[in-house]
């Protein structure tokens, strides 16, 4: 299955974005992830397509909402309340399992908080 991440931009502290990932196929769990300059992936959020249940990094509670539309085959992030720490590659990637790791990633798409 291929990812196609998009929606990255700059955006002013305390306004909001919307990410998508695209799959080409239907996947179990889809994540998503990111990255900041000079610190290491770290996870945001997930959603378990069947089941529709989310869940979140405590670091986003209350600002960001994953959602996904079956008949697109995506997934969104909204990210609300942004933060400067915010700033990062998002990634989108899917696992096939729910204790299975992430193993298909897709390429990240910037986002860029401005204070």
């Known amino acids: 299955v291929q990812l196609q991440a998009s929606g990255g931009g700059l955006v002013q502290a305390g306004g909001s974005l919307r990410l998508s990932c695209a799959a080409s196929g239907r996947t179990v769990t889809m994540g998503w992830f990111r990255q900041a300059p000079g610190k290491e992936r770290e996870f945001v959020g997930q959603?378990?397509?069947?089941?529709?249940?989310?869940y979140y990094a405590d670091f986003v509670k209350g600002r960001f909402t994953i959602s996904g539309d079956n008949a697109k085959n995506t997934v969104y992030l909204q990210m609300n309340s942004v933060k400067p720490e915010d700033t990062a590659v998002y990634y989108c990637?899917?696992?096939?399992?729910?204790?299975?790791?992430?193993?298909?990633w897709g390429q990240g798409t910037q986002v860029t908080v401005s204070s």
């Open positions: 990637a899917t696992k096939p399992g729910p204790i299975s790791p992430y193993d298909n």
């Open positions: 959603i378990t397509w069947h089941s529709g249940n989310t």
